[in-house]
């Protein structure tokens, strides 16, 4: 089982709300990722971590940042939310060869 | 660069229907393959993967076989049931790299 927790799991803001989903995992991962999930399903890389003090962009652009601070912590801020920020957000770790998912904070912005 | 092909869906099948579910990948050097599976509301979990060429992976009646010579991971499963109605990932990783390649997703529905 999983050791990898997504905080809030749905959220419904208004247009401008700064906002930050919590991404937590108790595994001692080093490699730490964001995906976007759209409607059709598919995944997209937006940011990645090697370890502590380690933050990359991933393949598709984001107007989200994330931090690395500890290696359990991996959270993603949105400065100011948009409508077309409105997705489903998977966190995942890895150790060698898996990816390790939370469960998804789906975000919704009016 | 690497990638992964699966077969669109949705896949809409009655319950104890044989299951497929194709993926063709391309890569350099010696990917492990995965099927990754997503039930409604929650994340990815893995399913099954292999390693290396000819190995097979299994885990709840689903089973794929890593096919260097066609670059292939197809998933299977002998008798679906409607437990199964899930998104299904194909993906491959490179050991010493750092990204997942994932195929695009496939829906299967099982009916009752």
């Known amino acids: 089982e999983a050791d990898i927790y997504q905080t809030p799991r749905y959220l419904v803001i208004g247009t401008g709300k700064k906002i930050t989903l919590e991404c937590s995992q108790t595994m001692g991962h080093d490699k730490m990722y964001w995906y976007q999930q759209d409607p059709g399903m598919e995944l997209h890389l937006i940011h990645y971590s090697y370890g502590v003090n380690s933050t990359e962009k991933g393949d598709l652009s984001s107007e989200s940042t994330v931090s690395r601070i500890r290696t359990e912590h991996f959270p993603l801020t949105l400065e100011s939310a948009r409508p077309s920020h409105t997705s489903q957000y998977l966190c995942?770790?890895?150790?060698?060869?898996?990816?390790?998912f939370g469960e998804g904070s789906r975000l919704t912005v009016l | 660069g690497n990638s992964v092909t699966q077969m669109e869906g949705p896949v809409t099948l009655s319950e104890e229907a044989f299951l497929t579910i194709n993926c063709t990948y391309t890569?350099?050097?010696?990917?492990?393959l995965f099927w990754y599976v997503q039930y409604p509301g929650e994340g990815l979990q893995l399913l099954l993967k292999?390693?290396?060429?000819?190995d097979k992976g299994s885990n709840k009646g689903f089973e794929a076989t890593y096919r260097k010579e066609t670059t292939s991971f197809h998933l299977e499963k002998g008798s679906v049931q409607v437990s199964d109605s899930a998104v299904y990932f194909c993906?491959?990783?490179?050991?010493?790299?750092?990204?997942?390649?994932f195929g695009a997703g496939t829906r299967l529905f099982v009916k009752a």
């Open positions: 993906a491959l990783y490179n050991t010493g790299g750092f990204k997942t390649i």
């Open positions: 292999a390693t290396k060429a000819d």
């Open positions: 890569a350099t050097g010696y990917p492990s």
């Open positions: 995942a770790s890895r150790d060698t060869g898996e990816l390790f």
